[in-house]
């Protein structure tokens, strides 16, 4: 059951979804807040329980008593008419009021919220409106304020409903936003692990430097918080129709969801990069800061010459001679004006001649080291050589009497079916072995330089021709060759057997490797003063190796095929063609194989 929980919390259809319901929950919120904000909802309600404590009665009450102190300041006899309270205002000398038989017994018995200002204190029943109060209105002034009980009563219930429907809003934004937190974890948690995978999982986002991953983390925030911020302002100081203003909301939720989206892409990305231990790292000025402390330490470490003790040598003997040269600079500078000066210069010259005498025997010993390497590999060459052509003469005889036994017994007419199977199948191998046997005496011989040359002026373009002709059934079964060649011939100067064997081996190979249906392409042009044959074929498998590689000995481009060929063919014609004169390279492009068979001209 855990295994099931792990693979269903960890698979990418669940994530998805989270990651989804994570943006929209976020929308949600915003848009519950500008609802809130849109429709005049004053949030005290929800924090304090009764209006008369609330900083709106608390605004309210000080407007009042500005407003009875403002008219009586002025000297305004109209009274202020609001049925809803009682007021009485005096200095001493001049009155003003609306209840004037009242007298302050009168105030106070009249509601039970009584509010009086008596020469610079204010008093009330309420000890949370007398902490928010500081008014001044001098010393000689008395006020009384006596509300309603209805009207009092009025607004309590106003507070009560507002407090319902924003309590109720409340309880939505804190299910929105507790989904989203929770979702948030969840995802944090599962980011970078697969079903049945321990190991981190990255993606190609994981790969940007860190910086871009913050920014695309906090950018779509910012622009979120500024969108919002503006529509609010558009929506409710320039177009106050509620329809618009619900069109709005819809507009913003959309921002919001997509911003909350990339921000998320962003946030993931980061943990995943914490997970992984390379947030610092990843930065773009960590990687330019190390590369550059690396790249100088580099310089004095001599990391890159551990395998190679001389060479380390010079490096350190190098070193030494900076440092020591630095110190003599600054000896001189520092003895300029004092008989002392012309001895740093006498060590510098010591140290010159300590540098050059060492230097000069560690480079014999790194030619030393070269000569008896290449010594060795020549050596080596030669026996590999030697060995092949041994092993190919020797194998030459008994291959020679299998085929001829074999030859024998195909005749022979008394054989069951099966048996003449049987010498059917060692007929066609030994043969097969014949041709191995062959390429390798050829590539041997070629290979060491023991091989006899014919060169002559042939002409490059009949050359070809004449093996096209003499392969005519390989083609019949291939399909259509494309030939393009000029009208003159191409006279080149090469050994003609060798040249043939080449072309043939070139050709043979994209007979074999072709795919079924296409063209070969073959191009002789004089370029540069070189005869040019281009050979090009499209291959019938996909071709994961490179040009140097196919040149290896019994090296097949198409793994699978096992029956055709000894993978020496491109090999032969490549060394053929170096003994000859000529450049032999092949060029791969996606599944495009081509050969370009390269000899001087003959001179006219």
Request: proline residues 2%.
């Amino acid at each position: 059951m855990g295994t099931k929980l792990k693979n269903f919390s960890r698979n990418t259809f669940t994530k998805f979804i989270a990651f989804l319901i994570v943006a929209i929950m976020i929308s949600m919120a915003v848009i519950q807040l500008m609802q809130v904000d849109w429709e005049g909802y004053n949030i005290e309600p929800l924090l304090v329980e009764t209006y008369e404590e609330s900083n709106t009665f608390a605004n309210e009450l000080e407007r009042t008593f500005r407003r009875i102190y403002s008219n009586f300041n002025n000297n305004e006899e109209t009274l202020i008419e609001n049925e809803n309270l009682i007021y009485y205002i005096t200095d001493g000398k001049e009155t003003i009021t609306n209840r004037e038989e009242f007298n302050r017994e009168d105030f106070i018995h009249y509601s039970n919220y009584f509010y009086e200002y008596n020469q610079g204190n204010f008093e009330s029943d309420s000890s949370s409106i007398n902490k928010r109060f500081t008014l001044w209105f001098g010393q000689d002034i008395t006020m009384y304020i006596a509300f309603n009980d209805g009207y009092m009563k009025e607004k309590q219930e106003d507070w009560n409903d507002a407090n319902h429907i924003l309590r109720d809003q409340a309880i939505e934004f804190s299910i929105y936003m507790v989904i989203a937190i929770i979702l948030i974890i969840y995802l944090i948690n599962v980011t970078g692990k697969k079903q049945n995978k321990e190991e981190l999982q990255t993606t190609w986002i994981d790969r940007l430097y860190s910086e871009i991953l913050v920014a695309l983390f906090i950018l779509p925030i910012i622009a979120m918080f500024i969108y919002v911020l503006d529509n609010y302002y558009y929506y409710t100081h320039i177009l106050r129709t509620p329809s618009i203003q619900g069109s709005g909301l819809y507009l913003v939720g959309i921002v919001t969801t997509i911003c909350a989206l990339l921000s998320g892409v962003g946030l993931l990305a980061l943990v995943r990069k914490i997970k992984k231990r390379n947030f610092i790292k990843g930065f773009i000025l960590y990687v330019i800061c190390w590369n550059t402390m690396d790249f100088v330490k580099s310089l004095f470490d001599g990391r890159r010459y551990a395998k190679y003790p001389l060479t380390k040598n010079l490096h350190k003997r190098q070193l030494a001679f900076i440092i020591g040269s630095g110190i003599l600079i600054l000896l001189t500078i520092m003895f300029i004006h004092t008989p002392l000066v012309i001895f740093p210069p006498l060590l510098e010259l010591v140290l010159i001649y300590w540098y050059v005498k060492y230097n000069n025997k560690t480079y014999d010993e790194i030619n030393k080291g070269i000569n008896e390497s290449l010594e060795e590999q020549m050596k080596s060459e030669r026996m590999k050589i030697e060995l092949i052509t041994n092993v190919s003469h020797d194998l030459k005889n008994p291959l020679t009497s299998i085929i001829s036994y074999v030859d024998l017994l195909s005749k022979e007419t008394d054989l069951s079916d099966t048996a003449k199977d049987y010498v059917k199948i060692l007929a066609k191998k030994s043969d097969r072995l014949k041709n191995i046997v062959s390429d390798l005496f050829d590539l041997a011989k070629s290979n060491s330089g023991d091989i006899n040359l014919n060169l002559e002026t042939i002409d490059m373009r009949m050359l070809i021709e004449q093996t096209l002709l003499d392969m005519e059934d390989s083609i019949e079964d291939l399909g259509q060759i494309k030939m393009k060649s000029p009208d003159t011939p191409i006279e080149i100067v090469s050994d003609g057997n060798k040249l043939y064997r080449v072309i043939q081996n070139v050709l043979d190979n994209a007979f074999k490797y072709s795919l079924k249906g296409t063209r070969i392409f073959i191009e002789i042009e004089e370029k540069n003063g070189m005869g040019i044959a281009t050979i090009k074929n499209t291959s019938s498998y996909e071709i994961d190796f490179t040009a140097d590689e196919i040149l290896q000995r019994f090296n097949r481009g198409d793994k699978a095929r096992t029956e055709d060929g000894s993978g020496l063919g491109l090999s032969i014609a490549e060394s053929f063609t170096h003994v000859s004169g000529g450049i032999f390279k092949v060029e791969i492009d996606g599944d495009m194989f081509k050969v370009v068979i390269s000899f001087p001209l003959a001179r006219k």
